[in-house]
């Protein structure tokens, strides 16, 4: 019984691993849930600077040793930013390769429009892809 349930388990941490970077340009996610964390985010800077920030925090040995700067997130406008809502769909255009991740610039397609949507083009991470669902891919 054991060595079915590690078989299972193995598999499944193999099956994740291997869905993770298959994410190619032209690829069309959609939002299925309500609530998710997909945060779009309009500058690469700002989402450069979340993850460092991130990196030197789990760098640090404890809460005390952060300095303020390395512990303290700069306040981030909210609109800088784009919460994915339900319905919204995402097409990844251009892959970053970054110290700290990978990113993809993302053209948004709201399902709402609305009139502070000027730019459709963001930035997200591609590890926030496991909370939407692959819909189709675009030729090009």
Do not use: W
């Not at 690829?27 to 989402?47: G, P």
């Not at 005390?64 to 809502?85: A, N, V």
């Not at 926030?128 to 030729?139: D, G, K, P, R």
């Amino acid at each position: 019984m054991k060595k079915i349930f590690l078989l299972f388990i193995l598999c499944f941490s193999i099956n994740g691993y291997s869905d993770a970077s298959n994410y190619e340009v032209g690829d069309v996610f959609e939002s299925k849930k309500r609530t998710t964390s997909v945060v779009l985010y309009k500058f690469k800077a700002d989402l450069l600077m979340l993850l460092k920030n991130i990196h030197q925090q789990h760098k640090s040995k404890s809460r005390h040793d952060l300095s303020p700067h390395t512990g303290s997130f700069r306040y981030l406008e909210p609109r800088y930013k784009y919460d994915l809502q339900k319905g919204d769909k995402i097409i990844l255009l251009d892959r970053l390769k970054e110290q700290e991740g990978e990113v993809f610039q993302v053209a948004l397609v709201p399902k709402r429009k609305a009139k502070y949507l000027k730019n459709p083009y963001y930035f997200v991470l591609s590890g926030s892809f496991n909370q939407l669902v692959f819909v189709e891919h675009l030729n090009e």
